[in-house]
């Protein structure tokens, strides 16, 4: 039985406030589309969670879905702050968010943790560091077999996964090339899992090259096909890195005002990611289009 829904059925079954949620992705493959969809919904009192959030966040918060963010870096990639969780973050500022901080170590070992079905993981590299300092959660055992000292942090296993992969096919066998990240961990990790793909390919292309099959079906609740999806990220292959879009977001990004004319002009305007894509016009995503350079493939046998 197929599992191929809309991003707005996806969202609206998986997705409930109050949830912890986790768009992965790491430099490409960072789906905003879903994040889009997300505000659209109205979403209340989200925890996003992510190793290096990012824009998609910083709109997410800054549209009032989130209360808290659990993160080990954050910024505008190669240009700056993000500057909605700045003003959400800061002192002066009414409506604030909450913030637990860790390494990217440390969000990875939370999320191998609760893939792997334990209660924490144990890392060493806090060691000399002042994280541990305002981060409660990070807890120091001993260890049984040398005796040394070893930093824990608790399991993180969000209800929802939205991963966003190159193909799937429709029962959400999903495959991924190039930079990778944390999106095994998260998908195995989670409750619930959204996969979000630029192309749907039949089950048997799948099959002829499994080692690229990152997300195995049993784990997944929803597949969608939403080309485009993670703008201004990229999609290996498919699509470049949006850099003019990053460098301007830090002038639309730092007054509250251009920020909400942009949600409403780009997100609430718009019914789904095709229009999103649509209002920002055929010469980006020319621009964008990533050129060939094929890989050469294998023979596996039969």
Not at 41 to 59: G, M, S
Not at 138 to 145: D, F, G, R
């Amino acid at each position: 039985m197929t599992k191929l829904v809309s991003l707005k059925e996806a969202v609206a079954e998986c997705v409930q406030d109050e949830d912890t949620l986790v768009i992965e992705g790491f430099t490409h493959l960072i789906c905003h589309a879903a994040g889009h969809e997300i505000i659209r919904q109205k979403k209340k009192n989200l925890t996003l969670a992510r190793l290096t959030p990012d824009t998609v966040y910083d709109q997410m918060i800054e549209a009032g879905v989130c209360k808290k963010l659990v993160f080990s870096w954050a910024g505008n990639p190669g240009v700056g702050s993000l500057h909605a969780v700045r003003r959400h973050t800061e002192a002066k500022y009414t409506e604030r968010i909450e913030l637990e901080e860790y390494s990217h170590g440390g969000m990875m070992t939370r999320l191998q943790a609760g893939s792997m079905g334990q209660p924490f993981g144990m890392i060493q590299s806090f060691n000399g560091t002042d994280i541990p300092k305002v981060n409660p959660a990070i807890k120091e055992i001993t260890c049984p077999y040398t005796q040394k000292k070893i930093q824990t942090v608790p399991a993180l296993n969000p209800d929802v996964c939205v991963v966003h992969v190159q193909r799937a096919d429709k029962n959400g066998n999903a495959q991924v090339w190039g930079l990778m990240g944390t999106q095994k961990e998260s998908a195995f990790a989670a409750k619930k899992v959204i996969v979000v793909a630029e192309e749907i390919v039949e089950a048997s292309v799948i099959r002829r090259d499994p080692n690229r099959t990152l997300i195995p079906e049993v784990i997944v609740d929803c597949v969608v096909h939403e080309p485009w999806g993670c703008h201004p990220s990229f999609a290996q292959g498919y699509y470049d890195r949006d850099n003019d879009f990053y460098v301007n977001w830090d002038v639309i990004s730092r007054d509250s005002k251009t920020y909400a004319d942009w949600l409403n002009e780009f997100v609430y305007s718009s019914e789904n990611h095709a229009d999103y894509m649509k209002k920002l016009g055929t010469k980006t995503m020319e621009r964008l289009k990533a050129k060939s350079r094929m890989c050469e493939g294998v023979d596996y046998g039969y």
